[in-house]
């Protein structure tokens, strides 16, 4: 398992002890460390020959509330809500314990203040120009040096340069203070002056998310408001690095390059001075493939110059870049290293660039009938690839708890189950560098969002003025990685414009200017100016090119004919799937589940854990999802009786799961299918399906396939099998009685002599009861039907499936596989249940752990160990379950035989025995209260075996 973001908490709070215990000598003891490393800088400073820019970073700070009523250690970069509980200010446990979003809610209310000392030499001074830099101030925050206010920030995503120069002394104890305001109350603040004019919606959350109002008045992480999978906990601080800093000519900020094999080389660069030429050389180094020295002359306008360099090579030099499962992801250190005509001062630029070419192509799907639409297809590398993914949200409310190695736990899991995108959802944060740099050696494509989520905007000069520093900052921060596959500038705004989800339509057309006015008008020329690379969509989900030709705001912006669609259905019968839509591209689909127990238990006490409980009421911000989950459940499973028993309640988390993993296989399947044919009405030709959501934030009721912390849903391992690179799937023809074999190939190899293998298996025996064996012919990179089956003529359901009163379709399932002309499994195996299993003629199981060996090392895990599963009858759902750190190979199956082996992969060194000692397993007849006693059907077929187990409904 990751390393868990609250392991950091626990740490943090250890420092915070500490920290009050050792306060004084700590103090000294940077002191000192001050002195020696100011003694080492000043020797080298006088001995070298060629001095650099001068940088100062204070690591002793106090964090203090504006009322000065609390006064602790602090940590920048940081932020407030950590601070405080490092120094057990927040005493109530941690963070996400129980009720502690609201108890700590008081933290976002206050004013804060960072202090430290800038001990700084006359030699700093003598610089031309000496600036404090903040890569990100979070948010509404004005800087003090001596007392003397510096700076003001407004928005989280900016990058904030403030001139010091005149402020600083020669000294040791120059002041720096970093007020923050309360990041509510500004909000407030704003929507306040704004709704003078008018009110720019939603005024508020709705009160099942606990939040506080108005995010949408602050450039700050929307959901740190909240979120209907997330706490409020809106932070204060200053969360990414700062410096101050001191040079005479130019010093790199960052590199962009453009795509393809004539580069592009631009590096933006802080100059001393505000305008003028600056003299000096500038080097580009391309790996070991090329390095070229020029002589430079700067053109310098408001304190920034830009250096451009084209870099033409031949395509033979370097290898392509390609997404996860298509080829490998090379990359090549691009380094830029500047002098000055003196030779007095350097600076250096370091970014790894990867080749590839990326398109959204949006042609018409056919050039003869417009009408049917346009495509939403990405191209890398020329190649047509279908979009396999999910959607990232921010792995912690505060971003300083997320470590880089829970971030790469995170993306190597999404690696692993064949995504091969992720979209960056506009409601967080523009990620970390390091999150972009493992998406870049992972070769998972982003769909980067900008961050607007869910709201209107205002428009006015300020707002307008904070984003397009917003947008220049990330734009030109991100824009070298080669997994960056587009830019849209918002999540979900466009539809809820057209469709009145925030009661604008009394003035539509203010709130649609408004609209153009942020997006179009502002943001976009920007993006493009600074990356003509890629493509920029104005929302998700959109119509693409459509939705700009209808003056942006489509009449249908969900149309499945064109771009993307986000589609939540919570009604329907999500394990038949007849209601989904056939987009273009699904960027958005989901259901809810509850984390399994184990994650639960961390933040809960006994008294929550019942599913009616306030707990579990505080914990589901989806308005209804509480009844929704239950509809879903009840459709397909028993629902536990309340008989506030611990087992009831683990039995009622482990169904959410069930659902939630079946509901989005049956409909990831269905958008994979649909790959490579439009039906009559032009739907299909679907190119992407990205469900809702990958990761999760806290301990709560979410659409997440990865718990908070690590532990994979049941969702999680049904994603393996669903984005597996070769799949085989079924369409049921109900009227026809009749089964459709699809195979969705990714290989660019057609398949000859490829065998479908069906089985037809009954619910009370191991082992198939009839087997059709089908060669066939598999299409190279497409979906193609491969086989149609009747279950009556070609499988003998009518008879092989009677039992009494039974339909047949809940007394048989069927199981179907592929292999290649060698006899060689390229699918992994897939199943159709063909009625509802609380309606199946389903015996109870009795599922065990048999054998366990290992460790051996396999590419997953030095500690894999190899596990045997044994059942006496058939078990739907076999979940495997330990405390330990790790995952299984396979998770949440169905077994139709008597053995399965499986690998539980650790995360860290353990022993055969530790697994054993921790290992549980179920199935879905361990939910149900009543067991039915009999091992055959009764004589009497008047008792169905269900009716007589407890069935209950909330
Ligand atoms: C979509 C997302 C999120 C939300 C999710 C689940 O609307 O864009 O805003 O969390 O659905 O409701």
Known sequence: MAPNPMNREAEARREGAWWRVYALPLACLALMCGATAYLAYASY??????????????????LRAANKSITVGGQVPGGVYSDLLAANVLSEGDLYYRYND????????????????????????????VVLVFEGLDTAAEVFINDMSVGKSTNMFARYVFDVKNHLKASSDNTIDIWFESPVEYATRQYNI???????????????????????????????????????????GVWKNWKLTAWNSLIFQIITSSQGWNVTVKVWCDAAVASGEVLGSFTITL???????????????????????????????????????????PLYKLTAYWENENQTENSTKVVKVGFRTVELNQDYVDLNDTSKGRHYRVYVNNVFMFMKGSNWIPAHILPEMVTPEYTRYLLQAAADVHM??????????????????????????????????????????????????????????????????????????????RDNWYGTAFNFNQYKEDYITLYVDTIRPLVLELDDSRSYVVSSPSNGIKSENDGYISQKPGDTLYGDVHYYNYISNAWVGDQTPIPRFSSEYGFQSWPSFITMRDVTIEEDWNRESPLMYHRQHHPLGQPELAVQIGIHMHMPAQDGSLKAYQDYLYLSQIHQAVAIKVETEIYRRWMSEINEKGEGYTSGALYWQLDDIWQGASWASIEY????????????KMFSPVIIISSFIENENVVELYVVNEWFQNMTNATVVVSLHRYDTLGPVKTVNKSVHVEAAASSRVATLSMDDDLDQVTLCKEGLYDVKDVCFLTYKLLNSVGVLVTPENYRLLGEPKDAYILHASVQTGDITGPIATPQSNWSFNVSV??????????????????????????????????FYAVKKITVEDLKSSLTVKSLTDTYQKVYPFATFPENPDIHPNDIRNVVFA
Request: hydrophobic content about 40%; aromatic content about 14%.
């Open 287 to 329: 790996g070991d493939i090329s390095t070229t020295k020029h002589r430079v002359t700067a053109q310098v306008s408001n304190y920034e110059a830009l250096l451009e360099f084209n870099l033409v090579f031949s395509e033979n030099l370097v290898d392509l870049w390609w997404p996860n499962g298509y080829g490998a992801q």
């Open 194 to 236: 704004q709704s003078a004019n008018y009110v720019v919606p939603p005024k508020c959350l709705p009160s099942d998310y606990n939040g506080e109002c108005h995010a949408n008045h602050i450039r700050k992480m929307q959901s740190s408001f909240s979120w209907d999978w997330g706490p409020a906990f809106p932070n204060s």
């Open 709 to 720: 912390g690590g532990r994979w849903k049941m969702l999680h391992y049904y994603v393996k």
């Open 870 to 903: 044994k059942t006496d009858t058939v078990a739907l759902f076999v979940w495997l379950e330990t405390e330990l750190p790790g995952v299984f190979s396979d998770n949440g199956f169905l077994m139709a035989q008597e053995e399965a082996q499986v690998y």
């Open 420 to 497: 091969n995108c992720l979209r960056v959802w506009g409601g967080g944060i523009y990620e970390t560098d390091v999150f972009y740099e493992i998406a870049d050696e992972l070769g998972i494509l982003l769909w980067e969002d900008l961050m607007f989520a869910c709201s209107m905007y205002p428009v006015n000069q300020a707002f307008l003025d904070t984003v397009k520093k917003e947008i220049v900052t990330q734009v030109r921060r991100l824009q070298h990685h080669p997994s960056i596959l587009l830019w849209a500038s918002n999540n979900e705004n466009e539809v809820a414009l």
């Open 102 to 129: 609201l108890n700590y809610r008081w933290v976002s209310k206050e004013n804060w203040t960072y202090s430290s000392v800038l001990n700084v030499d006359a030699d700093v001074l003598s610089y031309t120009r």
């Open 45 to 62: 400073k006088s001995t070298h020959p060629q001095p650099h820019t001068v940088i100062i970073i204070p690591s002793n700070w106090s």
